[in-house]
């Protein structure tokens, strides 16, 4: 069976400072995958996805990155954290088709201080 | 904006009742998902209904789409203490990824 995986859980990180979340599945091959960030409740605002190594799609201009190494990993980085940057993110991945259900990772709680 | 929205933004009933929660959207779809979500926690996928679909059930879950009307609903049957959650609607419309509605906060007293 196919699951996901994110690390860290939580993590708590000084304005300016880098950031690097992780991202795997296992269980299945050439998935597509998202980067969502969620404020306090509040909606999902998807930040990026992949649909093959290397081929990153970014939804909204931001101060954050993303990267597909490996076909089954997915990277959220930031070079200097930024106060608005805290939130929950979640790591997604699905079948071929991107219009079909979508799987989620646990997330991981992002706090800039 | 695509996005979805789900009406109440929070509910609250007894143990035993029904849930009802509502979704509307502004574009035409591909299908739309229902997704619940608890506290700090990722996402689950409950259901998903198809454009030409008017009604699906899984469980105590039934889930109608009024494509005229654009909008869906979500019912839960005799809930339970464990249904607790946010539930999420997301539509797909042929774009490359999924639009999120805001969530309707349910809570459902022991």
């Known amino acids: 069976s196919q699951t996901i995986h994110q690390w860290p859980a939580t993590l708590v990180q000084p304005v300016g400072s880098p950031l690097s979340l992780e991202c795997t599945v296992e269980?299945?091959?050439?998935?597509?995958l998202y980067w969502y960030r969620q404020a306090a409740g509040r909606g999902l605002q998807l930040l990026f996805y992949?649909?093959?190594?290397?081929?990153i799609s970014s939804e909204v201009p931001q101060n954050l990155s993303a990267s597909r190494p490996q076909d089954r990993q997915f990277i959220l980085s930031s070079k200097k954290l930024l106060l608005s940057d805290s939130g929950f993110y979640l790591c997604?991945?699905?079948?071929?088709?991107?219009?079909?259900?979508?799987?989620f990772g646990p997330g991981t709680r992002l706090l800039v201080l | 904006s695509q996005q979805g929205e789900e009406d109440p933004q929070a509910l609250s009933i007894q143990e035993g009742e029904n849930a009802t929660m509502n979704c509307s959207y502004k574009?035409?779809?591909?299908?739309l998902q229902w997704y619940r979500q608890n506290s700090g926690r990722g996402l689950v996928h409950l259901i998903l209904?198809?454009?030409?679909?008017r009604e699906k059930h899984s469980g105590r879950l039934r889930v109608t789409l009024d494509t005229s009307k654009k909008s869906s609903s979500l019912l839960i049957t005799a809930s339970r203490a464990a249904d607790t959650a946010s539930y999420f609607c997301a539509t797909a419309t042929g774009a490359n990824n999924l639009f999120f509605g805001t969530g309707t906060r349910l809570t459902v007293i022991p």
């Open positions: 992949s649909i093959g190594i290397g081929q």
């Open positions: 269980g299945t091959s050439n998935p597509n």
């Open positions: 209904i198809r454009s030409n679909e």
């Open positions: 574009t035409s779809i591909n299908n």
């Open positions: 997604a991945w699905s079948p071929d088709r991107i219009q079909e259900t979508q799987y």
